[in-house]
Structure formats: structure tokens, C-alpha cells
């Protein structure tokens, strides 16, 4: 059974890390990995002195910490919510309308969102043109992204999130509920007290877990959303975005393969920051 498993981690992510070459390198395509002139750290210093570096490290982190933040506490509470309903046609119409912005991709997600934001003749514009009130010029503003970005993350995400926590507390003995009736424990009670606390496992994982992509800024969400809107370039530009624009925008294969490396670097840092942390609170859920 784990054959399959491994032959595919084998040719999609071992033998592509050959690949990491190309950071120490002024790759050229006529040269291949092996024949482009090898410049050491250069690429890496060129990135650090752009002054992006810790822009786009900046972004992409506290990005994502909101992220996880976010969609942990969402997919708690609808899985709580979801498990509380006892009427089985409404439980699932429940599920299928939360599951749905998880099949719909970012590009489309892009061009219902520009629709309703446009500032000319977007819904939202035209909703407060009706109350004679000024328009709201979003494209332009970079603050309403701090609020429009996490929302859209959760929208999408919190009806996943929602069924991996479902399943676990499906899991938990009903036994335990029945005893707690029985003692007189209220709903909210059973909640807190057995639930939330049963949850813990399966949330630290999940946390871990997310703790691993936190470097990874869900580029297609930024590059669809915000494009190339210089407006916004500074409070919204990750590690992701910085690494396909140098390739697309100049292709320089070196610079954005170091920028890849050092996201690789950081990542790997924080999933063994993280569960160090996690083995010095609870031994038994570290992933090791």
C-alpha cells in the first residue's frame, strides 16, 4: 500500500529538489543545470538587497498565521454547529452549500469579486450609489485587503476544514454524551467540556499541518485577486508572487530559485520550531 504513495513523492518532490541547483547558479537554458556559470550566494544576496525580502517574508507570514488562525476557528465552530443539527436534510444541504466554494477556482473566485468591487460599476458601488453614499474606491485601498483576503480564505476553505473536524468528533464515544445528559450537563456544557477538549488531537495535527504550507501563500488567491496592481503591490505581495513575477517578468531562473530555497529554508524551520513546541507540551501529539 505505501509503494504508491512513495513512488509518487519520489517523482514529484525528491527528484525535483535537483532542481535547488539553480540557486547557486546564472542559469542559462543553451547551459542546462548542468553547464550555466556558477555564482554561489549571488542571487541570494541580489534578493536580500532588493529590499523585498523581508516585505514578501513579512506578508507571507502574517498572511498566513491569519489564514490558519481564521480557518481553525471557522471549521471548529461549523463542525460543532453541523453536528448539533438534528433535522438530516437540512444537516446536509448545510454541508453541500459549505463544500461548494471548495470546488470554485481562484480565477473564477477573481472575477466575481472584481464584479462586486469594481469601483466604477461594481455591485457593491452601484448598491451605495442607490443610498447616496460615497463609492468605495477598493482597488486603491489597502487596508480593506487585510479583511477582504482572510474572508475569502475562510469562505473557501471552512467547508474542507468543517468535514476533518466533523469526522472526529462523529468519532468521539456517544457514551461519554449520554453519561453527561444524565449528570444534567447543558449543551453548551457537553460542548466545552467534552467536545472542544476531545478536538484537541485532531486540531493539533491540522495545525501542524498548516504550519507546514504557512510559508506557501496560497499564490493563486494573491496573483488572481491582486495581480500585478502596483497599488497594492507592498501589503499584499508574497513569497509566491515575488518568485513568478522575477521568473515571468525577467526570467531569471537563478533569483527565483533562491527565493524558492528560502522559502523552503523558513518552512522547514518553523514545522521543527512547531513541534519541538508541541512534544515539550504533549509528547504524544508531535508528528515526532
Known amino acids: 500500500m505505501f509503494a504508491p504513495i512513495a513512488v509518487y513523492f519520489i517523482i514529484f518532490a525528491y527528484i525535483p529538489m535537483a532542481g535547488i541547483v539553480m540557486a547557486f547558479q546564472s542559469y542559462s537554458v543553451k547551459g542546462g543545470i548542468f553547464g550555466s556559470e556558477w555564482v554561489g550566494l549571488d542571487n541570494f544576496s541580489y534578493f536580500f538587497q532588493s529590499g523585498k525580502a523581508w516585505l514578501v517574508t513579512r506578508n507571507t507570514i502574517l498572511y498566513n498565521v491569519a489564514f490558519l488562525a481564521c480557518y481553525t476557528f471557522f471549521s471548529i465552530v461549523a463542525a460543532i454547529v453541523i453536528s448539533e443539527i438534528r433535522l438530516k436534510w437540512f444537516k446536509k444541504l448545510s454541508q453541500t452549500l459549505m463544500f461548494l466554494p ?15 468591487l469594481n469601483y466604477e460599476y461594481g455591485i457593491v458601488n452601484r448598491m451605495l450609489a442607490y443610498f447616496n453614499v460615497e463609492a468605495l474606491d477598493i482597488y486603491s485601498t489597502t487596508w480593506y485587503w487585510y479583511l477582504i483576503l482572510p474572508f475569502l480564505y475562510v469562505w473557501k476553505w471552512v467547508g474542507y476544514g468543517s468535514v476533518l473536524y466533523l469526522a472526529a468528533i462523529v468519532g468521539i464515544d456517544q457514551e461519554i454524551y449520554e453519561a453527561a445528559t444524565i449528570d444534567g450537563a447543558s449543551k453548551f456544557q457537553k460542548i466545552t467540556k467534552i467536545t472542544l477538549p476531545l478536538l484537541k ?18 499564490f493563486d488567491m494573491f496573483y488572481q485577486l491582486i495581480g500585478n496592481n502596483g497599488l497594492l503591490m507592498d501589503t499584499t505581495d508574497i513569497i509566491d508572487t515575488l518568485a513568478f513575477r522575477s521568473l515571468m517578468g525577467t526570467a531569471d531562473f537563478g533569483m527565483a530559485s533562491s527565493v524558492g530555497f528560502y522559502q523552503s529554508v523558513l518552512t522547514l524551520i518553523i514545522i521543527l520550531g512547531a513541534n519541538w513546541l508541541v512534544r515539550r507540551y504533549d509528547k504524544d501529539q508531535a508528528l515526532f
Open 102 to 116: 471548495y470546488f470554485i477556482s481562484w480565477v473564477t473566485v477573481s472575477a466575481f469579486v472584481y464584479n462586486f
Open 201 to 218: 488531537p485532531t486540531m493539533i495535527i491540522l495545525l501542524l499541518l498548516g504550519l507546514g504550507r504557512i510559508m506557501r501563500g496560497e
